[in-house]
């Protein structure tokens, strides 16, 4: 298809067409589309519905005249009823009798607007404010809701728009939404917090916004319909949230209070409700350290419970790659902390209880050693020294020397000579094996050097067991109980391979070699 524009005195134009059947339309706005010759677009069209036009090589076809009828249009102003000042850059909404959206237009500078490109017939006027002003229906009618959607639009006064005019004086005078505002401060400073959250909440329970105070401690609140609304605090500045008016809140949501318990802030259109004020408190501070009992590394992504002195579960946090965790914003009180690893590890209530599982029913928490909180301190040193859920662990040594053997093996067998489990020795000769309940046997296996064993104290000289060169069942066993704590204390010391010299021995080893491979058994 080909296109072209009128010109100033409407006369158009359009070139390179193929010789042919053409058929032409128009797309003009504000005017009634047609099909040429004279079909009109109700609401829309096909070309091919039109009167075909014959298009000859190097022929210009004259006389494919359109003459349209201008569509209808809404106008009007749109002002603050209070102050009756111009509301400039709003949107309208127009909908047609059925309800469907049949345009829109916007306000200018001056608070005008017109609308067009409307068919004759009846059509409902609705603004579409996303705040600052309480949307409208035509004439007078106030919307519900926030939005324009909220609206009953054919609730409202139907306004009639005829082809070619405009229907004027659909005019507006829009009430201001209203508000509250308010002062947040440190209760023993007096000082301002900033960057702390404030949310709203209908009398319904629902939240309806959520602002944040600025350097000054203070915040604002707009675009509230008239009606009650509460407010709560939901600190991260370690303050105790509060419920308006001077209601504990912990948390400052649902999870620590009911908002609609608090005073109502009473809220009408065009005003603002100031004084809604808070003064909150420093909260204690309780911190600890979650560590692995045997090789004293830093237990990360476990959880740390914190409990009321009635029983009641205050707070859960996890701990982060140092294996610390933090609760903060406390009320001054007595609380109990108990870990939860999930299984992983034998859970325990502070300090050093045992509580499997986790609180509850590992444990009664109240049972527990008592951390003291107070308002504006830190509590310390709430640390755990966590034991793996069933396995064993030990370490690895030169025997002698005590010198700690990294990078050692160690092999497990179950009681019917399954091997089931392996595992190494680290820096410090520490190692740890994982294992569920049941009776097994242990051995290591080096390239360090020394002469491997089966626990405990059987030396394997023809080289490790798990090459089979040694039988590990004729060790001793070890009975490791899931719900238990880790057995420990699986240690080996081994003693260095020492081969002899070739000829006599005269005491000096320096020339000595391993070319006999032959061990000396005499320790």
Known sequence: SESGHTDASGRFSIGGLAPGTHFASTDANDYRDEVFDNYPC????????????????????????????????????LVDAATERPIAFASL????????????????????????????GTYFVVTDFWGGYRNEVYDDLPCPGRYSWDCDVLAGQPVQVALHSTTQGIDF???????????????????????????????????????????????????????????????????????YDDLPCPGGDTNGCDPTTGDPIAVTLASFTTGIDFELTLGGVATGVLMDALTGAPLDNATVELWAATG???????????????FSALPEGTYFVTTDTWGSYLDELYDDFPCPGGAPPGCDPTTGSPVNVIHGDTTTGLDFDLLLRGGLAGTIEALGTGEPL????????????????????????????????????VATDNSLGYIDEVYDGLRCPEGPAILG?????????????GAEPVVIGIDFALVERVVFSDGFESGDTSAWTSSTGRVDQAQ
């Open 312 to 326: 009641a579960l205050v707070d859960r946090e996890w701990t982060g790659d140092a294996g610390r965790y933090w």
């Open 406 to 441: 990294a990078g050692v093996a160690v092999d497990v067998w179950d009681a019917q000579g399954q091997h089931v489990a392996a595992s190494a020795s680290d820096t410090y000769g520490v190692y740890q094996v994982d294992l569920s309940s049941g009776t097994y046997y």
């Open 173 to 243: 005078a829009l009430d201001r939404l209203g508000g509250f505002a308010g002062l947040i401060l440190e209760e023993d400073t007096m000082l301002p917090i900033d960057s702390l959250d404030i949310t709203v909440w209908t009398a319904s329970g629902d939240q309806q916004d959520r602002v944040r105070t600025n350097i000054l401690g203070t915040y604002v609140v707009e675009d509230l319909y008239p009606s009650e609304y509460f407010a709560t605090t939901d600190s991260d500045t370690g303050h105790l949230d509060e419920l």
């Open 93 to 120: 909404e127009f909908y047609d009798a059925t309800g469907e959206r049949a345009g829109s237009a916007e306000t200018d500078s001056s608070g005008r607007y017109i609308g067009g490109g409307l068919e004759a």
């Open 42 to 77: 109700l609401p829309d069209c096909q070309p091919i519905d039109g009167t075909p036009i014959p298009v000859m090589a190097e022929e210009t076809v004259t006389g494919i005249d359109f003459d349209l009828d201008q569509l209808g249009s809404i106008e009007g102003t």
């Open 469 to 481: 060169l040694c039988d590990p069942l004729s060790g001793e066993p070890v009975v490791v109980l």
